[in-house]
């Protein structure tokens, strides 16, 4: 069974400062992919960064990149120049491919809260 | 602006009654799925549905079930609601393979009491 594990309940963060969120995940497909959703107080979802099991480069999307470990089974978010605006739950996700539905499980969560 | 709606921002319901939350995706979306998130939890997925009047089981379907009987709508049903689904619902589509991509509605914040 896939799982996903966040192990930082909490973090706080001075602005400006770069952030990096712990992620790590198990699963014995060969195919999966790996996600990062933000979730501010409002509870709506938004959709950050993804990456795919056999992308060979990490993914970046402007300030946010996933450093993707694949050996260690790590996909940690990096945020680079935190602003006030990235106070947020951070939920680390992944899917898996070849089923009749390709759904998305997600991990417990990260606060991230920043500090002016 | 495409969308996922879920009927109700906030339901109080009673123990024992009979609860319908209703979600609308105007996106063409062959799957759709309920979700429930809880403080340290994290989202858990309840059911899924890939097609009309398919369904599948998720991670946690015990005292849940759920109805598909047009593309656009997929239902979920507290049988007989208890306290302990008290909880926040999350309504989510995409297309059948493509996950990136998912949409989710803005939840629905359920107290049974």
């Known amino acids: 069974a896939q799982k996903i594990t966040q192990t930082q309940p909490g973090m706080f963060v001075q602005e400006k400062e770069a952030v990096t969120l712990d992620c790590t995940y198990d699963?014995?497909?060969?195919?999966?992919?790996l996600f990062w959703y933000k979730q501010p107080s409002s509870g709506e979802m938004i959709f950050l960064i993804y990456?795919?099991?056999?992308?060979?480069q990490n993914a970046t999307e402007g300030r946010y990149s996933l450093n993707f470990q694949k050996a260690r089974k790590s996909a940690n978010l990096v945020i680079s120049a935190s602003q006030l605006g990235d106070s947020a739950m951070y939920f680390c996700?992944?899917?898996?491919?070849?089923?009749?539905?390709?759904?998305?499980?997600f991990g417990s969560g990260t606060r991230l809260s920043i500090r002016p | 602006d495409v969308k996922v709606t879920q009927s109700s921002r906030y339901l109080v319901k009673r123990t024992g009654e009979k609860v319908f939350l209703e979600c609308v995706q105007d996106?063409?979306?062959?799957?759709m799925f309920w979700y429930r998130q809880d403080p340290g939890l994290g989202l858990r997925l309840i059911y899924f549905?890939?097609?009309?009047?398919?369904?599948e089981k998720g991670d946690i379907p015990e005292g849940y079930s759920v109805s598909r009987e047009k593309k656009e709508r997929f239902s979920l049903i507290l049988e007989s609601a208890s306290t302990n689904q008290t909880s926040m619902y999350l309504c989510?589509?995409?297309?059948?393979?493509?996950?990136?991509?998912?949409?989710f509605g803005s939840g629905t914040r359920l107290t049974v009491v």
């Open positions: 989510a589509s995409s297309f059948r393979d493509r996950v990136v991509g998912y949409t």
């Open positions: 699963t014995s497909d060969p195919s999966y992919g």
């Open positions: 990456q795919g099991s056999y992308d060979q």
């Open positions: 996700a992944m899917s898996d491919y070849y089923s009749s539905a390709s759904k998305i499980i």
């Open positions: 996106m063409d979306h062959e799957n």
């Open positions: 549905s890939y097609d009309v009047k398919m369904k």
